[in-house]
């Protein structure tokens, strides 16, 4: 008998023979190209026989995953050997077997909590939290195409809203002695600001710098969510500054703000579900504890619909939310009104702008983000930061002129302040269609 370590390029195979109880190992082989050639392939050819061996389940099948009750034997075979399938194929396959699925899920009279029972099945016989989480991103991938789709994806969003509450999932810190596929994973899943090299991600988990991730207890080596803190005297305005590696960093004793500057949500499954309210107050809460001197919170954030959405404003739209005269008569009658703005924030924020220019800049981009749509912010980042029971504080111009904050936002940012006494009032006003702005806003 052979057994294998996991085999990757540059690292080495243990060959193990086994005698009877015993195993010794007998030479360490490196791992080849060649090696790898063979190996691949041969799994692939065994894969695909296993799937001609079994061929999907039948409509009549399938309905069985949503009707027997969740004691049935015969379903939970079935069940258990439908997510072994979906887990090993490749794209083409899930989608098949996601249409086929929709299909039996269509033809259920009355429906009732018959999808959720589906997934519960699901759940209990692959005993794998992460089947569903990867069920419910091909979900959002594919319900346009596929009919019925849409109908099994709110249900799962339902069931995951539920077991992924803030309350269930465990706070770690990640630092530079973590381990390295922690690391990597924080690397690969930012999304927010790019981690372009090593230096630069050793510069975000420093020790004059936070960084936390969020783990679900049965997704234990998946990290949800990651959190970056910087610390400074006063709420920061540009992050640029925040995360140039060479700018000497602030006494982190000394240190009255906590900013957050990013935070990353790593799994498409979980997309549009908030975790429960309150999901910075637990990271806050542990800065408290480590650092009683901290006195305010805030985040400096990117606006990311801000600049797709104000150039598909028209003249109206446009004459509605400026004040300069010549702009109103400029934009009157102009479908492109809303385009050439977004152009001339982006040239204004790349060179020298003129204070009339910011000024109206920062006025549209406040506009933005008191724009509800179905009961909640429109822009995705308000809607978290204001879901989470936070403020519009401040705009900031030209905070951040990278090519993706340009794109986004025309280099403008905004600060979103935690005012612990205040984040249910702050909810209160948002359930009434009012998000809270700081007293700095009320003007524009």
């Known amino acids: 008998m052979a057994t294998t370590d996991t085999q990757t390029k540059g690292r080495a195979i243990v060959v193990l023979e086994a005698d009877g109880d015993k195993a010794t190992e007998k030479e360490r082989v490196p791992v080849t190209d060649k090696v790898t050639d063979k190996v691949v392939p041969a799994l692939m050819a ?7 061996r079994d061929p999907p389940p039948e409509q009549e099948e399938l309905r069985t995953l949503f009707t027997a009750r969740l004691t049935d034997v015969a379903a939970n075979r079935l069940a258990k050997q439908w997510s072994a399938r979906y887990l090993a194929a490749d794209s083409k396959d899930r989608r098949a077997l996601l249409t086929a699925l929709a299909q039996a899920s269509g033809s259920l009279e009355p429906r009732d909590d018959l999808g959720l029972r589906m997934f519960r099945r699901l759940y209990a016989q692959a005993e794998c939290l992460n089947l569903l989480v990867e069920l419910r991103a091909d979900m959002l991938r594919w319900r346009k195409q596929v009919s019925g789709l849409s109908v099994l994806e709110r249900e799962l969003e339902g069931l995951l809203t539920t077991w992924f509450d803030v309350g269930m999932l465990e706070l770690r810190p990640i630092t530079w002695d973590s381990p390295a596929s922690l690391l990597e994973k924080l690397i690969q899943y930012e999304a927010v600001h790019e981690i372009r090299s090593w230096d630069e991600l050793k510069h975000r988990v420093a020790g004059h710098r936070r960084c936390y991730a969020f783990f679900h207890p049965r997704m234990p080596d998946i990290p949800l969510i990651f959190v970056e803190v910087a610390f400074a005297a006063q709420m920061a305005g540009n992050v640029q500054v925040l995360l140039d590696p060479q700018i000497p960093a602030d006494d982190t004793g000394k240190a009255r703000w906590a900013i957050f500057y990013s935070i990353s949500n790593t799994q498409p499954g979980l997309r549009g579900i ?65 385009a050439k703005w977004v152009e001339k924030l982006k040239s204004a924020a790349a060179g020298q702008a003129s204070d009339a220019i910011q000024r109206t800049g920062l006025r549209l981009a406040v506009h933005y983000l008191k724009t509800m749509k179905n009961g909640q912010p429109l822009d995705p980042v308000a809607r ?12 900031n111009w030209a905070a951040d002129c990278s090519a993706k904050g340009m794109a986004q936002s025309c280099g403008i940012m905004v600060n979103y302040l935690y005012d612990l006494e205040q984040l249910d009032d702050n909810l209160a006003l948002l359930a009434q269609g009012k998000p809270k702005l700081g007293m700095s806003l009320r003007w524009r």
Request: no cysteine.
């Open 46 to 52: 065994r894969l695909s026989r296993w799937l001609e």
């Open 384 to 395: 978290f930061h204001l879901g989470n029971g936070a403020r519009i504080e401040r705009l």
């Open 274 to 338: 908030s975790f429960g309210n309150f999901l910075l107050k637990r990271v806050i809460d542990e800065l408290v504890r480590e650092l009683p001197r901290l006195k305010s919170f805030a985040t400096l954030s990117p606006i990311p619909g801000f600049a797709d959405w104000l150039a598909k404003q028209d003249g109206k739209a446009m004459q509605a939310m400026l004040i300069d005269k010549t702009d109103k008569e400029q934009a009157q009658d102009d479908p492109e009104a809303g």
